[in-house]
């Protein structure tokens, strides 16, 4: 199993930033890594992923606002969010997936990003 820590959550006010990092246990070749959101009463959905090969998907809710980065030699995987609106809030979740005979995946605990005046 793969542990994933986040970190850098919190509270923004409307038009400001913040970056989220998460922190793999294990240092695994993953195919997919990730992060998604949920807010009180609506499914969990994605944000953004970006697989190994470098290519990038974002919710078009956050198309050219957040960015995706990933380090495949730290095992972390990153979100920076700017211009942030109160419909961000929501609880961000890292995930990420890998092959080991079969499909596998593993998700991070969650942290809280509130953005509210």
């Known amino acids: 199993q793969v542990e994933l820590v986040e970190s850098g959550g919190g509270l923004v006010q409307p038009g400001g930033s913040l970056r989220l990092s998460c922190a793999a246990s294990?240092?695994?070749?993953?195919?997919?890594m990730g992060w998604y959101r949920q807010a009180p009463g609506t499914q969990r959905e994605l944000v953004a992923h970006?697989?190994?090969?470098?290519?990038?998907n974002y919710a078009d809710s956050v198309k050219g606002r957040f960015t995706i980065s990933r380090d495949n030699l730290e095992n972390t995987v990153s979100l920076q969010m700017n211009s942030l609106k109160p419909e961000d809030t929501a609880v961000y979740f890292c995930?990420?997936?890998?092959?080991?005979?079969?499909?596998?995946?593993?998700w991070g605990r969650g942290t809280q990003v509130t953005v509210s005046s």
């Open positions: 294990r240092s695994i070749s993953f195919i997919v």
């Open positions: 970006v697989f190994r090969d470098g290519s990038e």
């Open positions: 995930n990420v997936g890998w092959w080991s005979g079969h499909e596998r995946e593993s």
